[in-house]
């Protein structure tokens, strides 16, 4: 129960990636008032909470929909993980967690950020999503380990709300210097948790064992 609940909390923290989105949050919401910044924060973390869980508890009913066996999702969850980590390790833009160029631009000219680009891709992203589904179908078959990883998505959104509400003094306090030695050590956990993703799928699935 402890293993599942480590794993998880380093695996969303990583994918979600608190420190680095509250960064972009200061930015975008420069202009506005505290007590704005305050209500586009809790908007965008419960948004982004409802599509997690949201995942959380239909994405094993869509793999089995779409035919994708558990070895094929670890193998496949893995390798995204991976990149993911090794883009977190060398400090570069990731498209899973962050936002592209076009999307800056349109996310500048809107008032309300809270639903797009903060809860949809940022907080809640492909990488997270798919950290997620991954996560819940490991613990397929055991309620209280579904729990245990529901309860630390719900840890990890809150974690994510007190980064958003404390973005300034936070990125003053760590710097820059700070956030990349944070950003880098959870990239280097994230590809070993990644690999080992990628060992498990691929000796469920049987290829190492088959014979001719």
């Known amino acids: 129960m402890g293993e599942i609940a480590a794993v998880t909390l380093a695996t969303l923290f990583a994918t979600v990636s608190p420190i680095d989105i509250s960064a972009i949050f200061a930015a975008l919401t420069a202009e506005e008032t505290a007590k704005e910044r305050r209500r586009i924060a809790r908007r965008a973390v419960t948004i982004a909470t409802v599509v997690l869980l949201t995942f959380a508890l239909v994405g094993d009913s869509l793999l089995t929909a779409l035919g994708i066996s558990m070895a094929a999702l670890r193998t496949g969850g893995g390798i995204i993980l991976l990149l993911i980590g090794i883009d977190m390790v060398f400090a570069r833009s990731s ?7 076009t999307e800056d631009a349109e996310a500048l000219e809107r008032r309300d950020v809270s639903v797009f680009p903060m809860a949809l891709p940022l907080i ?7 950290a997620i589904i991954l996560m819940m179908a490991h613990a ?3 309620v209280s380990e579904q729990i245990v990883v529901v309860s630390c998505i719900l840890v990890i959104m809150l974690i994510t709300l007190g980064c958003l509400l404390a973005a300034t003094q936070l990125h003053r306090i760590l710097g820059l210097t700070g956030v990349q030695v944070i950003t880098r050590v959870m990239g280097v956990l994230l590809c070993a948790l990644a ?10 699935s049987g290829l190492l064992n088959h014979k001719r």
Do not use: C, W, Y
């Open 95 to 101: 498209g899973a967690n962050s936002t592209t160029e």
């Open 124 to 130: 809640a992203g492909p990488g997270s999503m798919g």
């Open 140 to 142: 397929k078959g055991d």
């Open 195 to 204: 690999v080992q993703f990628m060992f498990d799928g691929i000796a469920e």
